[in-house]
């Protein structure tokens, strides 16, 4: 690493901290309106009220819902709270937004 890399990265850490989150492979065991349950893959630790979306209210925003037994990303934000990140097969999603929705920049009428 470079000297001006090395102070950009010295400047990140002192602005947002040297705090690290944890991410780990888990499969989905139930899904809810706005949080899934899941089970760690490497020691089959079960995690309640895993979030799928940045709100804490239910169906609010868009929110990706994973397929049961599918696998899934699970981040650690606050030590007993985590949201899915990465998903590897999607049942369904939903959008509850106040204002227009384009898709694909609007050609195709919006549709693929």
Do not use: H
Not at 22 to 42: L, N, Q, Y
Not at 50 to 67: C, F, M, Q, S, W
Not at 95 to 100: H, P, R
């Amino acid at each position: 690493m470079g000297g001006e890399e090395r102070k950009c990265t010295e400047l990140l850490r002192r602005v947002v901290g040297t705090k690290s989150f944890d991410t780990w492979i888990c499969i989905v065991t139930a899904v809810s309106e706005a949080s899934c349950e899941v089970k760690r893959v490497f020691d089959n630790l079960k995690i309640k009220n895993v979030r799928l979306n940045a709100t804490v209210k239910d169906n609010e925003g868009v929110i990706i819902y994973p397929a049961k037994n599918s696998y899934v990303l699970v981040t650690n934000i606050d030590n007993d709270k985590y949201f899915v990140s990465q998903f590897s097969k999607i049942e369904k999603i939903t959008i509850d937004v106040n204002s227009n929705i384009v898709i694909n920049g609007g050609k195709n009428n919006g549709l693929v």
